[in-house]
């Protein structure tokens, strides 16, 4: 293995790190939308569905926020494949037990697992993309974000007839199959990563102890990255779960036309995934996405305030609009970071902020409408939130590294080449 590694050609090895990327990322969401779709045909001890489906579903966004506590850390101790290989190994047996449990305790304790296993991915990725695509972040981090987007859909789209086919179990365990192909490219790679990752062990346990922490939060284009990727998930978790329920409730909308708006607002995810990331690593562009969204968001969550009944596919496009910072976000953290190394954690620090505040979404929104008997309070906060990414319009302007911004306060990053702030 050793010795075939060494013979790679770094065109070959760059292109085994892409499709690990990618395969990763096809992987990456269908453990959380396989469930949905064919939770009526589940046969286990409690009936899959209201507060027990409803329990699974509120399990990512914790896990995902726990993970990006410790993923950096895993990533330092195995390698950034070390941890895609231990990854893909985990969600595979994930899949497989939720496929194989005799019990809803079982489905519970496998879905955790497979859910930490995601959140891991997540901080993983955009170290992944930055290592082996550092000219090509954009593109790479486009292609990615579409995967994911796929991730979600197929479930849906095939989820259901591979129950009724081959039964529930097949169905849920068969997307074991993605994560275990994912293994393969970064096997290949596994001995260049072990070199490469003693090497930087070494340099690593030089650096003071400020610099091992990272510290990413004492940076002013850390926290934007943060802020525009906790508003877009902050939306996007409220609109997935009550959005329909606002707009028979205030618009007056039928059960029909509710459920189209929705799938507007989810398609929407694609193109912007394809677009927004390209555009975000640009010169200037990435203060103008800011604009665009916070201008979508508000304007769009205004108008079902003052107007529900003028145009619901309109509002649904401006909201779906606002969640543009997601993907944008993704391209950040390799665009404004050096190293890898900090790009791992810097997805870390935005990961675990933001699906804490991303989980949050939902519960107060429903609390607000509990309390006040309408909609208008939870979409007043809805619409606050979607102005509160324009700080970020003059922070990301300046186009500064993590690095830059840290060295500039005195914490040490490391062996890297200063960046001059760009205006």
């Known amino acids: 293995m050793t010795k075939t590694s060494t013979t790679l050609s770094a065109r070959t090895i760059a292109w085994l790190g892409i499709a690990g990327v990618l395969i990763l990322s096809l992987g990456g969401r269908t453990g959380v939308a396989a469930l949905s779709p064919i939770a009526g045909e589940l046969d286990l001890d409690l009936p899959v569905d209201g507060l027990w489906l409803a329990i699974l579903g509120a399990i990512p966004p914790i896990a995902y926020a726990v993970a990006g506590l410790f993923s950096p850390w895993v990533a330092r101790k195995l390698s950034l494949e070390g941890a895609a290989i231990v990854v893909s190994v985990v969600t595979a047996l994930a899949h497989l037990g939720r496929g194989i449990t005799p019990n809803y305790f079982g489905l519970f304790a496998s879905t955790v697992v497979l859910m930490v296993g995601i959140g891991v991915l997540n901080v993983i990725l955009?170290?992944?993309?930055?290592?082996?695509?550092?000219?090509?972040?954009?593109?790479?981090?486009?292609?990615?974000?579409?995967?994911?987007?796929?991730s979600t859909a197929l479930p849906s789209a095939v989820g259901l007839a591979l129950a009724r086919e081959y039964g529930?179990?097949?169905?849920?365990?068969?997307?074991?199959?993605?994560?275990?192909?994912?293994?393969?490219?970064?096997?290949?790679?596994?001995?260049?990563?072990?070199?490469?990752?003693?090497?930087?062990?070494?340099?690593?346990?030089?650096?003071?102890?400020?610099?091992?922490?990272?510290?990413?939060?004492?940076?002013?284009?850390?926290?934007?990255?943060?802020?525009?990727?906790s508003v877009s998930g902050f939306t996007a978790y409220t609109i997935f779960g009550v959005f329909p329920q606002i707009l028979r409730d205030h618009a007056g909308s039928s059960a029909e036309e509710a459920a189209l708006a929705l799938t507007v607002f989810a398609i929407l995810g694609m193109p912007m995934s394809l677009v927004v990331p390209n555009l975000a690593v640009r010169p200037g562009w990435s203060k103008r996405l800011v604009l665009l969204s916070a201008f979508s968001g508000v304007a769009g969550f205004l108008g079902l305030i003052f107007a529900p009944s003028f145009s619901v596919l309109l509002w649904s496009v401006l909201t779906g609009l606002n969640t543009l910072t997601f993907s944008m976000s993704l391209a950040l953290i390799g665009a404004r970071t050096a190293t890898h190394q900090m790009a791992t954690e810097l997805a870390g620090f935005v990961n675990t902020v933001g699906y804490v505040v991303a989980g949050l979404g939902p519960i107060v929104v429903g609390a607000l409408h509990e309390i006040t008997g309408n909609w208008i309070a939870s979409l007043i906060v809805l619409t606050v939130f979607s102005a509160a990414v324009l700080p970020a319009y003059w922070v990301l302007g300046k186009e500064r590294t993590i690095e830059f911004e840290l060295e500039e306060k005195g914490v040490p990053t490391g062996p890297i080449t200063l960046q001059p702030e760009k205006r």
């Open 126 to 150: 955009p170290g992944l993309v930055k290592l082996y695509a550092p000219e090509r972040i954009g593109l790479i981090t486009s292609l990615y974000s579409t995967m994911m987007a796929i």
């Open 168 to 229: 529930w179990r097949f169905s849920i365990a068969s997307w074991a199959l993605i994560s275990i192909v994912a293994v393969l490219p970064y096997l290949i790679l596994l001995p260049l990563a072990l070199r490469r990752r003693a090497s930087e062990k070494a340099v690593y346990a030089s650096l003071p102890r400020s610099a091992r922490s990272a510290r990413v939060g004492r940076s002013a284009t850390a926290r934007s990255i943060m802020l525009i990727f």
